[in-house]
């Protein structure tokens, strides 16, 4: 059974920094493109980054450019997202999801964990 757990979330000041990881279990992580989703109150779900299967080549949205870092750690099956200079914007529920930009997601998500930036 696929399983995707994500954590790392909270509450910071606009302008702070999070680290979000996801645990992969229950199928090859080092064969699929990986990538996080988020969804804010409201709204319906918005990419967000992008990761292929060796961490190579990484994709943003333009909301994210610049401030947010995807990585993985195919030794650990374990996708982040480093995310700086947080804005209230991006007060979101964060998902991980399997798949990528070339692959498309297919339909397995985590939980998600929330983000709020407020001060």
């Known amino acids: 059974e696929v399983q995707l757990v994500e954590s790392g979330g909270g509450m910071v000041q606009p302008g702070g920094s999070l680290r979000l990881s996801c645990a992969a279990s229950g199928f090859t992580f080092s064969s699929y493109d990986m990538s996080w989703v988020r969804q804010a109150p409201g709204k319906g779900p918005e990419w967000v980054s992008a990761?292929?299967?060796?961490?190579?080549?990484?994709y943003y949205a333009d909301s994210v450019k610049g401030r947010f870092t995807i990585s993985r750690d195919n030794a650990k099956n374990t996708l982040y997202l480093q995310m700086n200079s947080l804005k209230s914007e991006d007060t979101a529920l964060y998902l991980c999801a399997r798949g990528g930009v070339d692959s498309g997601l297919d339909g397995h998500w985590g939980q998600g964990t929330q983000v709020t930036v407020s001060s």
């Open positions: 990761v292929n299967r060796d961490g190579g080549s990484t």
